[in-house]
């Protein structure tokens, strides 16, 4: 299990959040009392949700102490956190809205899991979840093809990938599961600046449990390839780079008794 650093995921805070956003929207709870976001990271973007439904009891879980820590700082009267395993976690009681941002990707065969979070929403609740659907693009992909090569393999071998499906896929999970679901993807075009901005982007997400396997010698060699690798498949332009981002959204309403 990687270790993560807030600082370095939050970096790109804004473009990270949009995703986000876009996701809660299409949320139709009016007067939710109890809301989980299931893998809330930093904390941040959880704590917008007792802004959007202010008389709801908001949780946020995570697996990373760390990210926990930080999240503490967005803690309130209507508003906590806790660490937890998000592949184990069980509500006391059905909750009224469960989200989950950019999370699911990352908890191995997640699918298998969908029947019990909708088991963990009050019927007429709501289940809402994001992940990203760019594993197939360039930055992913150089990430792996590198992490296989003879250098640093030995290293790498082990590490098992984020995975994720077509909005098709969950949609028909969901509905099977006697769900109303709404289920999209968007592709953002994020326009990254500074030095090697992709770099800097993924490594607070999909390259860190990569980069956390290589000893010190190793993975500044590892850093110096990728980053020449990133440098060509996503060329600077004069007004900053673009990181294209295809994202899938669900949005699930639990079949009411």
Known sequence: MADWDPATYLQFADERSRPFFDLVARIRSESPRSVVDLGCGPGQLTATLAQRWPAAAVEGIDSSPEMIRKAADHAGPSVSFRVADVAQWRPAQPVDVLVSNATLQWVPRHR???PQLVAAVVPGGW???QVPGNFSEPSHRLLHDLAADAR???HTAELEAPAAFDAATYLGDLSALGCRVNAWETTYLHVLTGPDPVFRWISGTGA???LQALPDDLRAEFERDYKAA???AYPMQSFGT????????V???IEKD
């Open 127 to 129: 289940f809402a979840f």
């Open 230 to 232: 990133l440098a060509n």
């Open 251 to 253: 949005v699930a309403q």
């Open 208 to 210: 860190r449990p990569v």
């Open 152 to 154: 640093f393999r030995t």
């Open 242 to 249: 673009v990181l294209p981002f295809r994202r899938v959204f």
């Open 112 to 114: 298998l899991l969908l």
